[in-house]
């Protein structure tokens, strides 16, 4: 109760109290007023009391609007603007010039061959263009969707697609559908984030330039200020070294391991090592008989490559550093046991086959003021020592296996690259290689790389 209310009350007490002082014309007066102040109070409350009636009934209408616009948001599919994934798009060109022929590139000692890993056509062509698509599907899942679109045409082709567990706890993520798989360091990169043009021998010659999956990842992180991560891959096999082998289960698995960490504030590291496994069946490549013809060969058994792999980042400023380089480098060790088939659209003689093989590159990339860098990598092979039991028991002779035989592919490359913003880069590269004998191949590359739309980020 205010002060005007007391005031009334207190009036109103005095003068029913009073008799005598009520028969007083002057108190007439003062009763009159009393009388139009209870009236215009009362007047008051009222008025207060309607109001809020009112607003009660628009808070509690508004609140079942709410309500009922949020349960036919439930009930009704998703509209376009609710799903909306980040869009890119990369494109990329080339001029090259080679001395030799690129449809004749082999890799002494190794399969695959050709148009597989070698380099583009000559004088000017269109790189490798990507288009993606990428969202958060909902708190558990994460989607990526990556074509590739060839140099040669011939429609697009599903490089990723692959869905990706979000918070499942303690360290873990899911990864399932098609994807770069987690062996090595170049091997889980784009093609338009490496440092060089091309991808290295071993990369060729081990992994037929680029390993993917079909099947499920399943990597933990250690909850530790060092890195520390472990990861497992199941898939179908179907890309070299591998063999689509129509089967249940799976064909291709791996196993890798990353540590790294900082070293002050200018020098970063991490390190990897990684086991794949596959068992081919009839995986074929093309050579030529003791009589140059040319023949289908084809390799059944077991393939075994151990990847070992290191980088170290130095950056004096840290990331807005004008200076930085990248000292990279990997390791490959194959074994691959059991029978070759020569001549399987012919003759189809089958024999023991048995063979090791290694190779390795080593890098370095220095940005030596803003927006430029230059780098040199060399490249070598060891085909090392095969075993064929049809060239062994006299069936026929290593004249009719001059893919297989020995030898030690090796290579130089320069780089200088411009990249004026994150969006674009400018490349030229020249590289002089002896990867097949008696044929020094001298490259000259220019090449284009730019970016459109929202590009997610690479890892280390």
């Known amino acids: 109760m205010n002060y005007t209310s007391h005031v009334v009350v207190a009036a109103c007490a005095v003068l029913a109290a009073s008799p005598a002082l009520a028969a007083d014309p002057d108190l007439k007066i003062l009763r009159e007023e009393i009388a139009q102040m209870k009236a215009a109070y009362e007047q008051r409350i009222t008025t207060l009391e309607a109001k809020l009636a009112r607003t009660e009934a628009i808070a509690i209408a508004a609140d079942d609007s709410a309500r009922q616009a949020s349960v036919a948001a439930s009930q009704k599919p998703a509209s376009e603007a609710a799903f909306n994934p980040g869009i890119s ?121 680029q390993l993917k999956n079909d099947g499920v990842q399943v990597k933990w992180l250690a909850p530790t200020d060092l890195l520390v991560e472990l990861g497992v891959e199941a898939a179908s096999g179907g890309p070299f070294p591998s063999t689509d082998r129509n089967k249940n289960g799976s064909t291709m698995g791996s196993i890798f391991a990353h540590v790294g960490g900082d070293v002050g504030n200018s020098n970063s590291w991490r390190a990897g090592f990684a086991l794949l496994r596959t068992s081919p069946r009839d995986r074929q490549y093309a050579d030529q008989d003791s009589t140059g013809a040319s023949v289908n060969n084809a390799f059944s058994g077991s393939s075994r490559t151990l990847i070992a792999d290191a980088v170290w980042k130095w950056a004096p400023e840290g990331n807005a550093s004008s200076r930085s380089l990248i000292v990279q480098g990997e390791y490959f060790r194959r074994h691959e046991s059991g029978s070759l088939a020569f001549d399987v659209d012919s003759t189809n003689q089958v024999g023991d086959y048995a063979s090791l093989q290694s190779g390795f590159y080593g890098q370095a990339v220095y940005q030596f003021m803003p927006h430029w860098r230059a780098g040199y990598r060399y490249d070598r092979l060891n085909s090392g020592t095969t075993s064929l039991d049809l060239v062994n028991n006299g069936t026929l002779t290593a004249a009719n296996f001059p893919l297989l035989a020995s030898y030690k592919p090796r290579r130089n490359t320069l780089m200088v690259d411009w990249t004026p913003t994150e969006f674009s880069r400018v490349r030229f590269q020249l590289a002089r290689g002896q990867s097949r004998p008696n044929a020094t191949d001298n490259q000259f590359w220019l090449q284009y790389i730019v970016s459109l739309g929202a590009h997610g980020a690479h890892n280390f």
Do not use: C
């Not at 918070?167 to 770069?180: D, E, W």
């Not at 798989?181 to 784009?190: A, L, R």
């Open 89 to 209: 798009a990369v494109l990329a060109g080339t001029y090259t010039r080679l001395s030799q022929d690129p449809n004749a590139y082999a890799i002494g000692g190794f399969v695959p061959t050709g148009g597989e890993v070698g380099p583009p056509r000559r004088s000017f062509g269109l790189g490798e263009s990507e288009i993606g698509l990428s969202a958060n599907i909902d708190h558990l899942f994460r989607g990526q969707l990556t074509f590739a679109l060839p140099p040669e045409g011939g429609g697009a082709e599903v490089e990723e697609a692959y869905i990706q567990t979000l918070g499942l706890g303690y360290g873990a993520a899911i990864k399932a559908g098609r994807f770069l798989s987690g062996v090595g360091y170049m091997n889980g990169q784009h093609a338009h984030t490496w440092d060089f043009a091309d991808a290295p021998l071993a990369y060729k010659a081990m992994l037929g330039g």
